[in-house]
């Protein structure tokens, strides 16, 4: 339970805790998220006012998987508590930390499970410093009035170029002739290997990352063909076809891009193994359920397969080392003794450019949360926004409240709030969750107190905060 203090700190207003709503860091045409709201412009002239849950320095932040330094500076430099760890962690001693934090910030290995969130009584938000959410119980934490951002696009590019990368790779078997240069040997061959000019590229998942390849791979003279459950605009000359068999069937270099769901689990198995075309190669950087890796190991072996690239797996080590054994996943060995087979660590977004916008993008989303409740970008709330109170307001508040959208609720709420000048409001729902946000003026320190316990006793209450 989040408590708000009655103390006003003298610092409330340090220029430290300004959060840059403006800042682009990604050149996605669909960031409108971070462009400022129409509410914003003929901006008021009167310098924002920081709000305050409680003292920030009692704000814990626990970061798992080494998140990059630009969000751990954004973070701290609101003087927050963080506590950076380079790994993730065990599902135990995630629980043993996750009691005692507000916010915790992770990448795609960290599993915030129903179990794991239920001891996380003071969490108030999720950062995902990656594109995936699909490691977070999404809706367990919606309903406890946790709020999950990611980034959703900051990495993409860098996949993509991965992949450009290994397809030229694998069709010059890039990864064997170096191997064996690198035990002595000179093996020069021409047999198998070919240029990718004129050679046909299928994508499946046509959303960020593959639509971003499919510019790519047509640069390279490739035709682009995808395959998507949404029907959507082909860029370029690529052309969308009506279902993976069809793809599958057409394609000389196989992609996988789309997101962990029931419904892509092991999509890529014996039958579509079956369905490609002989000689030809596959490659995923999706994520590791996708692709039924016994199957594609039987593939390689007849030759059904010429090549593969994988950079995810059904088990991932928490921290780097020697882990890529049988115990992890039981057929590690077979796959380490495949040729032409390119095995990298999930490195499709760790680049310098992906990991440097990513902490900005989700350590300036958790600011605004923590700071000022804004949901924009939420993955898992509603988004709602207000216009930022400013040093004028000095006896505003701003109260946050998370509810279950059943009828009834805005008519007690407006009732409590009914003895203040209700300044702005708005109230967004997603699901069985509904979010209202609203700044009143004319409250003092015993109001405040008072209004979070009128809120906090309404059977429809999920979380409630108050800022000011
Ligand atoms: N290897 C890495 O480091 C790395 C980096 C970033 C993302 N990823 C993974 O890549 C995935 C895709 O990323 P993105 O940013 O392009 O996601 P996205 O949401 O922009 O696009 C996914 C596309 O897949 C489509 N899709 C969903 N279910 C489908 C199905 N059953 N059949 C066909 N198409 C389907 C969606 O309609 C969407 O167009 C992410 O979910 C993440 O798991 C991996
Ligand atoms: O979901 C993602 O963005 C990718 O899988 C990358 O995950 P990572 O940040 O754990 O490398």
Redesign the pocket.
Known sequence: MVLPALDIPADRAADSRRVSITRSVSTSPTATFMSPPSSFSGARKASVKHLKPFNTGDIKILLLENVNQTGRDILLKQGYQVEFLKSSLPEDKLIEKIRDVHVIGIRSKTKLTANVLREAKNLIVIGCF???T?QVDLQYAADHGIAVFNS??S??RS?AELVIGEIIALARQLGDRSNELHQGIWNKVSKGCWEVRGKTLGI???????SQLSVLAEAMGMSVIY????N?MALGTSKQVPDLGVLLGEADFVTC?????P??QR?IGPKQFEQMRTGSYLIN???GSVVDIPALIDAMRTGKVAGAAL??YPNEPAGNGNYFHNDLNTWAEDLRSLKNLILTP?????TEEAQSAIGIEVGEALVRYVNEGVTLGAVNMPEVNLRSLTLEDSDHIRVIFIHQNIPGVLRKVNEILGDHNVDKQMTDSRGDVAYLMADISNVDHNGVRELYEELESLNSCIKTRILY
């Not at 499946?204 to 593959?210: A, D, L, P």
């Not at 395959?227 to 949404?230: A, E």
């Open positions: 990656c594109i995936g699909n959703p696009f990495n993409s996949v499946i998942g046509y959303g960020h990352i593959g395959y998507d459950i949404v959507l891009h789309v997101p962990e769901l419904e892509t999509m950087a999706s994520r950079d995810v999930h490195i499709g977004g760790s």
